[in-house]
């Protein structure tokens, strides 16, 4: 029996074999040697454990923030616990007003330093090595991969039909919402509408168009309405969001106002706090919108970050300045798909020579999936060679691990605020000098 299996194992092998050969002399093209995975251990099992230690990491600095809060809080009675500096990744805000600061003063945000530098390290590895830092280390894009990867799989219980609606429901409500958003945001960057303009009378004349903004995306067909044209319409809204942060901070606020804020504003010294509390105390509107990006996430690959995100966005356009690059031979390749199939953001890898693309995240899952050696590699351009997935990771982990030390031992790490003023701001919350009204902070004398 077990001779008789084994037969008709190598029997399919050397069949496959004929085919893929034949395959290769119709096509003419060069003969190609079939990768060999022997080893365990492959790109995508090495990305998850950078991702899920990453993710712990995030977890251990979330708890470690609550308790230390819940120290002054408390006035001193529960635990001392340290403040993490590292809660600072997730004020985007003032990581942008400490890029501007910086590049105003040379000088780093003395309250929420670790922020910057964090925020710092990100553009630098991004210039390098692409958005390594959304497949390899972001906490939010392990957590998409998670969810989308979920999501295959319960689509894999439907036909193809409702799987069709799962996945493209998401991006067509958020292309609908975004050919509302945006033109809006447009105007009031350019000044031309306030939010006072929201109630003029006139505004009544706009509905219809908004209604038919949304419905569009649904009811064209796709002969007039590309798939591709939806998702870029899409994915304005990172893009929006990013033009609105740096219109607002980065041109519109000078460094000496943005060091007046870091100086003078008592909301941004407890900006982390707020955060947390927002986190903590949601509201039904924050609960749905989180519910709903959560939702959609899981049937469509990389929802937020591909459609919302402004990180993913500027760290997209400096990563298009990286020579490292998934670079496709096509000599070798043998158009069988997979790399395309295998892609986490939609990229058609088998029709390029060179992914160019905002959105490749540099994850090597196409690398990974492809069944021919030298078919498809990252590569370091110019110089043509093949940069293994495990350099890359080292590379784009090592740099960001490097700018935290670097920062830590240099004294740009821990902000000037002391235990005791932190125990003192705590207590003091509900304060309104702790508020701001559409980005506007008081500030005091
Ligand atoms: S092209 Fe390759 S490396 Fe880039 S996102 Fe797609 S699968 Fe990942
Ligand atoms: S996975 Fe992509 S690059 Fe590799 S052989 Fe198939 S089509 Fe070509």
């Given at each position: 029996m077990f001779q008789a299996i084994t037969y008709l194992l190598l029997k399919w092998e050397s069949v496959l074999a004929v085919i893929t050969e034949d395959s290769i002399q119709k096509t003419g093209k060069s003969p190609v040697s079939k990768k060999k995975k022997s080893?365990?251990?492959?790109?995508?099992?090495?990305?998850?454990?950078?991702?899920?230690?990453?993710?712990?990491?995030?977890i251990y600095i979330g708890w470690s923030f609550y308790l230390f809060v819940r120290y002054c809080e408390s006035g001193g009675v529960t635990a001392f616990v340290a403040r993490?500096?590292?809660?600072?990744?997730?004020?985007?805000?003032?990581?942008?007003?400490?890029?501007?600061?910086?590049?105003?003063?040379?000088?780093?945000?003395?309250?929420?330093?670790?922020?910057?530098?964090?925020?710092?390290?990100?553009?630098?590895?991004?210039?390098?090595?692409?958005?390594?830092?959304?497949?390899?280390?972001?906490?939010?894009?392990?957590?998409?991969?998670?969810?989308?990867?979920?999501?295959?799989?319960?689509?894999?219980?439907f036909n193809s039909r409702v799987s069709y609606w799962l996945e493209k429901f998401p991006v067509k409500l958020t292309c609908g919402l975004s050919m509302i958003t945006t033109p809006i945001v447009a105007l009031m960057l350019l000044n031309m509408i306030t939010f006072a303009s929201f109630k003029s009378p006139g505004m009544k004349y706009i509905f219809p168009f908004m209604i038919a903004a949304i419905v569009i995306p649904f009811v064209l067909p796709r002969k007039i309405w590309p798939a591709r044209v939806e998702d870029a319409i899409a994915r304005a809204w990172k893009y929006t969001l990013l033009a609105f942060f740096t219109v607002n901070i980065v041109i519109k606020m000078s460094a000496a106002q943005i060091g007046m804020i870091f100086e003078r504003a008592p909301y941004m010294k407890v900006a982390d706090i707020k955060m947390m509390h927002f986190f903590l105390n949601l509201s039904l509107l924050a609960i749905i919108i989180l519910f709903l990006l959560f939702f959609f996430s899981i049937f469509n690959k990389n929802y937020w970050c591909r459609y919302f995100c402004p990180y993913g966005a500027l760290i997209g356009i400096l990563g298009w300045a990286s020579a490292t690059r998934i670079v496709r031979n096509k000599k070798t390749c043998i158009d069988c798909s997979k790399c395309t199939i295998a892609c986490p953001v939609y990229i058609e890898v088998e029709k390029?020579?060179?992914?160019?693309?905002?959105?490749?995240?540099?994850?090597?899952?196409?690398?990974?999936?492809?069944?021919?050696?030298?078919?498809l590699d990252m590569k370091v351009l110019w110089f043509g060679k093949k940069v293994h997935y495990a350099v890359y990771a080292g590379l784009v982990v090592g740099l960001f691990v490097v700018f935290m030390n670097t920062a830590r031992f240099t004294g740009?790490?821990?902000?000037?605020?002391?235990?005791?003023?932190?125990?003192?701001?705590?207590?003091?919350?509900?304060?309104?000098?702790?508020?701001?009204?559409?980005?506007?902070?008081?500030?005091?004398?």
């Open positions: 080893s365990w251990i492959t790109s995508l099992r090495f990305r998850w454990f950078s991702q899920i230690s990453f993710f712990i990491i995030t993490p500096p590292g809660i600072e990744a997730f004020l985007p805000i003032g990581a942008f007003m400490g890029l501007k600061y910086f590049l105003g003063t040379g000088a780093v945000d003395p309250l929420h330093p670790a922020g910057f530098i964090i925020f710092a390290s990100i553009l630098v590895t991004s210039f390098l090595f692409q958005r390594g830092f959304c497949s390899w280390i972001c906490p939010v894009g392990t957590m998409s991969e998670w969810a989308w990867r979920f999501g295959d799989w319960i689509k894999s219980k390029k020579n060179i992914v160019y693309d905002v959105e490749c995240l540099g994850c090597y899952d196409c690398v990974d999936s492809c069944p021919v050696n030298g078919a740009y790490w821990y902000n000037n605020v002391s235990v005791q003023e932190y125990t003192e701001l705590v207590r003091d919350l509900d304060n309104p000098r702790f508020k701001h009204q559409q980005g506007k902070f008081e500030i005091e004398e």
